[in-house]
């Protein structure tokens, strides 16, 4: 008897956590559609994230504003839910007239964004493009065979007249880092960095047709009309990254020299390039 009225009780207790959690899943699911905006708040402040950056992308679907898409990406950049942060960042970065985004309301946003934010100039373009190269490498499993990535990476670091930014924050900096954190990341792509890198630093980019200085700043900003002013070569940064990445794929010049075997001397000459420099700055 008193058996049989646990179950009861056990029974009891287990119908009504299973009601009760099926009466908040239909709760949430109707908040997230009825009030997207919202949802996505209350989702961040709790800790779910990836829920955070879906509901935040339906409601920059709903209100197609620069600001909620920027919104969607940084919850997605966190939530590390690269499909939503690829797809906010290419609405955001692929502007015409007949685009969700206009040119005008792009330009408004990022400039009153840095202004909230307190930002150099141009810092929240660049952390927009930024975060789109990474997760758009990631969605590739860290490989651009073609170069296709690292060509509009390039041109998301051009600057004003005739340079590059290269800074600890910037989408090159990211094209690195999403190769060294994903593990299918393939010999085309690790390699083809390697030299990428290496003409980047020689200024002979894309067959010399256009000629670019890389430069890099101490203190991360991005408009060269900021002051004070503290330009410098970026070399030093980029072989920071290229000895992370060399570090992480477990690069020799043995495999170096395996790998140039079949597709060219010039990833050999890049790895050893760097080798070089990396040895140089290690032992200043």
């Given at each position: 008897m008193q058996s049989a009225r646990k179950k009861l009780i056990l029974s009891t207790v287990l119908k009504t956590v299973i009601a009760l959690v099926l009466i908040v899943i239909l709760?949430?699911?109707?908040?997230?559609l009825s009030a997207p905006s919202g949802s996505s708040d209350f989702f961040y402040s709790i800790g779910f994230k990836k829920m955070s950056a879906r509901t935040g992308l339906r409601e920059a679907q709903k209100s197609g504003?620069?600001?909620?898409?920027?919104?969607?990406?940084?919850?997605?950049?966190?939530?590390?839910?690269?499909?939503?942060?690829?797809?906010?960042?290419?609405?955001?970065?692929?502007?015409?007239?007949?685009?969700?985004?206009?040119?005008?309301?792009?330009?408004?946003?990022?400039?009153?964004?840095?202004?909230?934010?307190g930002c150099a100039s141009g810092a929240t373009a660049n952390?927009?493009?930024?975060?789109?190269?990474?997760?758009?490498?990631?969605?590739?499993?860290?490989?651009?065979?073609?170069?296709?990535?690292?060509?509009?990476?390039?041109?998301?670091?051009?600057?004003?007249?005739?340079?590059?930014?290269?800074?600890?924050?910037?989408?090159?900096?990211?094209y690195v880092n999403a190769v060294i954190d994903s593990k299918k990341a393939d010999d085309a792509t690790i390699y083809g960095i390697l030299l990428n890198f290496k003409l980047a630093d020689e200024n002979l980019l894309f067959g010399n047709a256009n000629q670019f200085d890389w430069i890099t700043t101490t203190d991360n900003t991005f408009d060269r009309s900021s002051s004070p002013v503290n330009y410098v070569d970026?070399?030093?940064?980029?072989?920071?990254?290229?000895?992370r990445?060399?570090?992480?794929?477990?690069?020799?010049?043995?495999?170096?020299?395996?790998?140039?075997?079949?597709?060219?001397?010039?990833?050999?000459?890049?790895?050893?390039?760097?080798?070089?420099?990396?040895?140089?700055?290690t032992t200043k």
């Open positions: 709760f949430l699911a109707i908040f997230s504003l620069a600001e909620d898409y920027y919104t969607a990406l940084v919850r997605a950049n966190a939530a590390k839910s690269f499909d939503i942060a690829v797809y906010a960042g290419e609405i955001l970065l692929n502007r015409d007239d007949n685009t969700i985004i206009k040119d005008t309301d792009y330009s408004d946003f990022v400039e009153a964004k840095d202004k909230e934010l952390y927009i493009e930024t975060v789109y190269v990474y997760a758009l490498m990631r969605t590739n499993k860290g490989c651009d065979e073609k170069g296709e990535i690292w060509a509009k990476t390039v041109g998301y670091c051009e600057g004003k007249g005739g340079y590059h930014f290269y800074n600890s924050v910037c989408p090159a900096t990211a970026a070399q030093e940064a980029m072989a920071g990254d290229i000895a990445l060399i570090k992480a794929k477990g690069l020799t010049r043995e495999s170096a020299e395996t790998y140039a075997a079949e597709h060219g001397e010039k990833y050999v000459t890049a790895f050893n390039y760097w080798y070089e420099i990396i040895n140089a700055n």
